[in-house]
């Protein structure tokens, strides 16, 4: 037999080993060039899907801003109490009547804080959140702050002073539009949940300057659990 | 001994000289029918394996305009998954954060920082920062995060450890048949609602099956199968 065709045969059965390394790779490192779409089926229908990029507008965004001015129904904002937390001109010192007071509302805040506010504040709110102590090393660099990066250290919710006075309808308001070096929740948390946070914040202080007075007389550590 | 032949053959086959296969030809027949019946199944593994969601959809990694990190950020940093996409338990949508989110800190931390650059033009301007979409299904098909996310079903069970990645890449192929697998067998896949945003929590670890089917019976949880779920 001629050597020429034993290899080509050979390097031919080589070469069939191409597509299936090919594959293999494909398949275990991720990369930008896919996904392939081999039958285009009706996958790319000419509809606007959520936050798409839309074309026709200057801003480029299917998601339309509301016109200047417009006022949605229900958000009339003229209720100063569940939107600012002010009533009779001071800071209100209960919940709104639209946010009961129950034992629901006090665990959908703690859920909310630790979502929103725990990276700065600390699950306990003493200050200690991640966010927080990053910043912090970012500031105290031996080169000086990287990138500019200032930083005025968060509050600490639970012993400052200056918070633990304050009543829920102020904690409300610095929630929602922020307070001097923090930034407002306003647009990212809805505004029952912004009180249930607050209504949380004051159970945290309750709860974080407790004394063994505040517990019942005759309980025992089994029964408080 | 010659055999007489019609004189037509003869002519033809002295104008033709015949062509004979060589005789080592013989032994190449075998690999010939071997070639022959393997050729078949290394199509048809090819189509398998080369056409299959799993590598032509998964592992799909684009690049975004902003080195956005989620090791660091969901990560490092353990910010909540809802903290940026705080649409995802109520809205079939789970909507990548407004620019407005990220400058929550950026217009403190890192604030001269050119990686940020975009996302203070953004700001600036109000033109929105145009982020790749990673995860797409047909637009035929109908998708609802809520529907999931409420019901126990974690991000990580569809996204991955997505608090380790630098840039974010489907880890699921997103085909049908991925999406019928867990509908149909959903239990191992069921976690308590509170841990839907725990990447690292592992529900066959911290859970016995047990556990997960009364979590399922409780909460009554049967995903559909019928066409209309999903294709609407």
Same mark, same amino acid.
């Given at each position: 037999?001629?050597?020429?065709?034993?290899?080509?045969?050979?390097?031919?059965?080589?070469?069939?080993?191409?597509?299936?390394?090919?594959?293999?790779?494909?398949?275990?490192?991720?990369?930008?060039?896919?996904?392939?779409?081999?039958?285009?089926?009706?996958?790319?229908?000419?509809?606007?899907?959520?936050?798409?990029?839309?074309?026709?507008?200057?801003?480029?965004?299917?998601?339309?801003?509301?016109?200047?001015?417009?006022?949605?129904?229900?958000?009339?904002?003229?209720?100063?109490?569940?939107?600012?937390?002010?009533?009779?001109?001071?800071?209100?010192?209960?919940?709104?009547?639209?946010?009961?007071?129950?034992?629901?509302?006090?665990?959908?805040?703690?859920?909310?804080?630790?979502?929103?506010?725990?990276?700065?504040?600390?699950?306990?709110?003493?200050?200690?959140?991640?966010?927080?102590?990053?910043?912090?090393?970012?500031?105290?660099?031996?080169?000086?702050?990287?990138?500019?990066?200032?930083?005025?250290?968060?509050?600490?919710?639970?012993?400052?002073?200056?918070?633990?006075?304050?009543?829920?309808?102020?904690?409300?308001?610095?929630?929602?539009?922020?307070?001097?070096?923090?930034?407002?929740?306003?647009?990212?948390?809805?505004?029952?949940?912004?009180?249930?946070?607050?209504?949380?914040?004051?159970?945290?202080?309750?709860?974080?300057?407790?004394?063994?007075?505040?517990?019942? #007389?005759?309980?025992?550590?089994?029964?408080?659990? | 001994?010659?055999?007489?032949?019609?004189?037509?053959?003869?002519?033809?086959?002295?104008?033709?000289?015949?062509?004979?296969?060589?005789?080592?030809?013989?032994?190449?027949?075998?690999?010939? %029918?071997?070639?022959?019946?393997?050729?078949?199944?290394?199509?048809?593994?090819?189509?398998?394996?080369?056409?299959?969601?799993?590598?032509?959809?998964?592992?799909?990694?684009?690049?975004?305009?902003?080195?956005?990190?989620?090791?660091?950020?969901?990560?490092?940093?353990?910010?909540?998954?809802?903290?940026?996409?705080?649409?995802?338990?109520?809205?079939?949508?789970?909507?990548?954060?407004?620019?407005?989110?990220?400058?929550?800190?950026?217009?403190?931390?890192?604030?001269?920082?050119?990686? %940020?650059?975009?996302?203070? #033009?953004?700001?600036?301007?109000?033109?929105?920062?145009?982020?790749?979409?990673?995860?797409?299904?047909?637009?035929?098909?109908?998708?609802?995060?809520?529907?999931?996310?409420?019901?126990?079903?974690?991000?990580?069970?569809?996204?991955?450890?997505?608090?380790?990645?630098?840039?974010?890449?489907?880890?699921?192929?997103?085909?049908?048949?991925?999406?019928?697998?867990?509908?149909?067998?959903?239990?191992?896949? %069921?976690?308590?609602?509170?841990?839907?945003?725990?990447?690292?929590?592992?529900?066959?670890?911290?859970?016995?099956?047990?556990?997960?089917?009364?979590?399922?019976?409780?909460?009554?949880?049967?995903?559909?199968?019928?066409?209309?779920?999903?294709?609407?």
């Amino acid at each position: 037999m001629p050597r020429i065709f034993i290899y080509v045969g050979l390097i031919a059965l080589l070469c069939l080993l191409i597509p299936p390394a090919v594959i293999a790779r494909v398949r275990a490192t991720p990369n930008p060039n896919l996904p392939i779409h081999i039958i285009q089926d009706m996958d790319f229908q000419s509809k606007f899907k959520t936050q798409a990029v839309n074309p026709l507008f200057a801003d480029r965004r299917t998601i339309r801003p509301p016109v200047q001015n417009a006022v949605a129904r229900g958000e009339t904002y003229v209720d100063g109490l569940l939107y600012e937390g002010v009533t009779d001109g001071a800071w209100t010192q209960t919940l709104p009547p639209q946010v009961p007071l129950t034992v629901a509302t006090l665990k959908r805040g703690q859920e909310r804080f630790n979502i929103y506010c725990s990276v700065c504040h600390g699950e306990t709110g003493n200050g200690d959140g991640l966010v927080n102590k990053r910043a912090m090393e970012l500031v105290a660099n031996t080169n000086g702050p990287v990138n500019g990066t200032v930083w005025v250290t968060a509050k600490n919710l639970v012993h400052d002073e200056t918070v633990t006075v304050q009543p829920v309808g102020q904690i409300f308001s610095s929630i929602t539009h922020g307070i001097r070096n923090m930034a407002g929740y306003g647009s990212q948390i809805p505004v029952e949940d912004r009180w249930a946070i607050a209504a949380y914040v004051k159970t945290l202080q309750r709860s974080q300057n407790a004394r063994p007075s505040d517990v019942p #007389a005759g309980t025992t550590l089994a029964e408080a659990k | 001994m010659v055999q007489s032949r019609p004189a037509s053959f003869l002519r033809t086959s002295q104008a033709v000289s015949r062509f004979l296969f060589p005789r080592w030809t013989n032994a190449i027949l075998p690999f010939v %029918l071997v070639v022959g019946a393997v050729a078949p199944l290394y199509a048809v593994m090819f189509v398998a394996y080369g056409f299959s969601p799993k590598t032509l959809e998964a592992g799909y990694m684009p690049h975004q305009p902003v080195p956005y990190s989620h090791a660091t950020h969901a990560g490092k940093l353990g910010m909540d998954c809802r903290y940026c996409h705080n649409s995802v338990e109520q809205a079939s949508f789970a909507a990548v954060p407004a620019t407005q989110t990220c400058m929550n800190c950026h217009t403190q931390i890192h604030k001269d920082s050119p990686k %940020l650059a975009k996302v203070r #033009a953004s700001y600036e301007t109000g033109m929105p920062i145009e982020w790749v979409k990673v995860h797409k299904l047909g637009d035929y098909a109908y998708f609802n995060h809520a529907a999931h996310v409420n019901r126990g079903v974690g991000c990580v069970e569809c996204h991955g450890r997505v608090d380790q990645m630098e840039e974010v890449y489907r880890v699921a192929p997103l085909s049908m048949g991925w999406c019928l697998e867990c509908h149909r067998e959903p239990v191992d896949r %069921l976690r308590p609602v509170s841990q839907v945003t725990n990447l690292a929590w592992d529900q066959k670890k911290e859970m016995t099956r047990e556990q997960r089917e009364q979590l399922q019976k409780t909460f009554n949880i049967h995903p559909n199968e019928n066409c209309s779920t999903c294709h609407r």
